[in-house]
């Protein structure tokens, strides 16, 4: 083990997820820090913060306790319906990932979000308790971080591209 170690449970076991949780949630949330650099709006900013503090509670979860709330989630799910409204009639379909700054990391965190609940998903399937709670904030901060891409670029006035797959149709 190194003496210079970044990081205390970095020699785990390797099919111990908890590490890989821990780490993965720091990567988000440095992810959120970027965007928030780029966002203008203070309101934004400061919402933004909130979710990044909420992410850094969620680190936690599977090696302690959970600690982050319905309250809160219903406070994401909230701001989530505010941006829906803002949006609306802008687009219901699949679209490529592109736009602005903003909506470019938007995009970056918002599949992030999905590949957390991937990882919840595996921990779980090794006989691991996982709160519910965890698997809906990271399913509703990944839809959340879809909406506010396509308001970034709303601000922008830039048009999403629809994407039509050539293998589900």
């Not at 099919?15 to 934004?44: M, P, Q, W």
């Amino acid at each position: 083990m190194s003496k210079y170690l970044a990081y205390p449970f970095l020699y785990d076991d390797p099919s111990d997820l908890r590490c890989d949780f821990e780490i993965f949630t720091d990567e988000i949330s440095s992810t959120i820090g970027l965007l928030r650099a780029f966002v203008d709006d203070k309101l934004l900013k400061y919402e933004l913060s909130k979710i990044n503090e909420l992410v850094y509670h969620m680190n936690a979860s599977l090696r302690t306790f959970v600690s982050i709330t319905e309250d809160e989630l219903k406070w994401i799910e909230s701001r989530t319906v505010f941006y829906k409204s803002e949006i609306e009639g802008r687009i219901n379909k699949f679209v490529i990932p592109e736009g602005c700054i903003c909506a470019s990391y938007a995009h970056i965190i918002r599949t992030k979000f999905k590949a957390l609940v991937r990882l919840l998903y595996r921990y779980k399937e090794q006989g691991n308790e996982v709160d519910e709670l965890l698997f809906d904030f990271a399913n509703l901060l990944s839809g959340y971080f879809f909406i506010l891409a396509l308001k970034f670029n709303k601000d922008e006035e830039i048009k999403e591209t629809e994407f039509i797959s050539r293998n589900y149709k």
